[in-house]
């Protein structure tokens, strides 16, 4: 059985992950795959322990090397448990979050060492990588108005809750690391309508899923569609 895909979603607080991972798992089931979707932090039993003391608030007066730690170890076990063997077991990943939000909330807004975040990095994740991360791009103002609305009256969490301009240094955060690692990443507006956001996503999943298991894999792959350029900004649907 050929190997599994794995693909993380990123982007601020408000662009439209949970929406847009949930639109590609139900097309990709649609399809035959068999999909596992899951996020960060949590995803395993364990995983989803230490996400209520990170998003509470409680781990944040130990300082952000504290979080990174919590992070990392939160990672891990959903590696061992979740991802890596649906992976191996030829499924297609698609998870909320991974090891980009790391390198952005706590290692460039957090200000810890790149050493440091690297080696909590290789650690947590022992191998395994995403083989293609969607970066959702949004305008951190407008990211915030939504991550508003969504929660109604519910208190805003640990992320929601900081400034704006540290909403705008991870933005640009994300988009640097997108040019950085232009054969992981692709980089695709949240402006426009969600049918049309889901689309661009589309694009960029079939090229690597058609090359994955197209042939000899648990189903066949979507139609040819036009390919989006990897780590700019996915061709409007």
Same mark, same amino acid.
Do not use: N, W
């Given at each position: ?176 690391? !997108?040019?950085?690692?232009? =054969?992981?990443?692709?980089? &695709?507006?949240? $402006?426009? @309508?969600?049918? *049309?956001?889901?689309? /661009? ?13 197209? !042939?000899?894999?648990?189903? =066949?792959?979507?139609?040819? &569609?036009?390919? $989006?350029? @990897?780590?700019? *900004?996915?061709?409007? /649907?």
């Amino acid at each position: 059985m050929a190997r599994g895909i794995f693909i993380t979603f990123e982007g601020g607080e408000g662009a439209g992950k949970s929406t847009q991972i949930a639109r590609l798992a139900a097309t990709l089931r649609e399809l035959g795959h068999e999909v596992v979707v899951t996020r960060e932090p949590g995803g395993s039993p364990g995983a989803e322990a230490v996400r209520h003391v990170i998003l509470s608030g409680a781990a944040e007066p130990f300082g952000p090397a504290m979080e990174a730690i919590l992070f990392a170890a939160a990672r891990a076990d959903h590696v061992d448990q979740v991802i890596r063997p649906a992976v191996e077991r030829g499924a297609i990943v698609l998870c909320d979050r991974f090891i980009d939000s790391s390198r952005v909330y706590q290692g460039v807004t957090g200000g810890l060492e790149p050493a440091f975040m690297q080696a909590l990095e290789k650690v947590a994740v022992a191998g395994t990588m995403p083989d293609l991360t969607v970066i959702l791009d949004v305008d951190p103002a407008e990211g915030m108005r939504r991550a508003t609305r969504r929660r109604g009256d519910e208190a805003a969490d640990r992320y929601e809750k900081e400034a704006l301009e540290v909403h705008r240094r991870r933005r640009d955060a994300f988009l640097a690391i !997108a040019r950085a690692e232009p =054969q992981r990443c692709v980089v &695709v507006d949240t $402006t426009r @309508a969600p049918t *049309k956001v889901a689309t /661009a996503i589309v694009r960029a999943v079939q090229a690597l899923v058609t090359r994955r298991l197209g !042939a000899g894999g648990r189903a =066949q792959a979507p139609r040819p &569609v036009e390919k $989006t350029g @990897a780590a700019g *900004k996915a061709g409007a /649907a």
